[in-house]
């Protein structure tokens, strides 16, 4: 019986390194706080991000390699802020690659001088006023311009600038929960609004937005 115990103990033990490793190397789960995507991601939209040919993390400690695949334009990332990479993840959309000459002007956005086609947006595309970002924007190499989809509620490289290609972490993969809950709920630290948020969702389901479960990218 102790033998057995011990075999089972041993069993779980690698099953838990097993999903230590591949949740750091391969694929994380990601919460969306704020309604920069609207309305392709809502606040309480729960991913699997994937980051197979992106970004290798290395478990147990917070350093990544960055890897061979790159994004493609209007590709949803998943990125470590550039002007501050102890904040959050951000979640964005590809709009320029690098060497692209970037510029807004009449509600739209425009790349090498031809207007972008985006059936994705919410509300006006404009430029940011007092920016040290102006614009037409040149993108530097290995480095990425990215938007919110929610265009006038989203803090994007028209504030701070470009993503650097080493950033870049993933994209999501699929969603596998999405809860009506206040924004508060899915900031760092809030233990308790987020439990009381799933708790929430047990007991009262219509709170669970069941159409977007498993949505693939």
């Known amino acids: 019986m102790e033998q057995k115990v ?7 033990f690698w099953v838990g390194l097993v999903f230590l490793l591949i949740n750091g190397a391969i694929g994380q789960a990601r919460v969306i706080p704020s309604a920069s995507m609207e309305d392709t ?6 991913l699997i991000m994937s980051r197979v040919g ?6 147990f400690t917070g350093l990544h390699l ?9 590709q949803i990332i998943i990125f470590k802020p550039p002007f501050d990479p102890t904040q959050p993840d951000y979640v964005k959309r590809a709009i320029g690659l690098p060497g692209d000459t970037v510029d807004i002007h009449d509600d739209a956005v425009w790349i090498n001088g031809k ?17 040290d970002i102006k614009m037409p924007y040149q993108v530097p190499n290995n ?30 993969l699929l969603i596998y929960m999405s809860l009506k809950a206040p924004s508060k709920a899915w900031e760092p630290g809030q233990i308790r609004e987020r439990f009381l948020a799933y708790l929430n969702g ?10 977007r479960l498993f949505h693939i990218f």
């Not at 011990?6 to 779980?12: G, S, V, Y």
């Not at 992106?54 to 478990?59: E, L, R």
């Not at 207007?115 to 920016?131: A, C, I, M, P, Q």
């Open 6 to 12: 011990r075999r089972e103990i041993i069993a779980w």
């Open 41 to 46: 991601l809502l606040i309480g939209d729960h």
């Open 54 to 59: 992106y970004d290798a993390g290395i478990p």
């Open 66 to 74: 960055p890897l061979w695949r790159n994004p493609k334009r209007q």
């Open 115 to 131: 207007k972008l086609l985006e059936d994705y947006t919410l509300g006006k595309t404009e430029r940011v006023e007092n920016s």
């Open 143 to 172: 480095c990425y311009f990215a938007m919110g989809d929610n265009r006038q509620n989203s803090y994007d490289s028209r504030f701070w600038g470009c993503v650097p290609r080493n950033d870049i972490i993933g994209t999501p």
């Open 202 to 211: 047990l007991i009262h389901p219509s709170t669970v937005r069941w159409g």
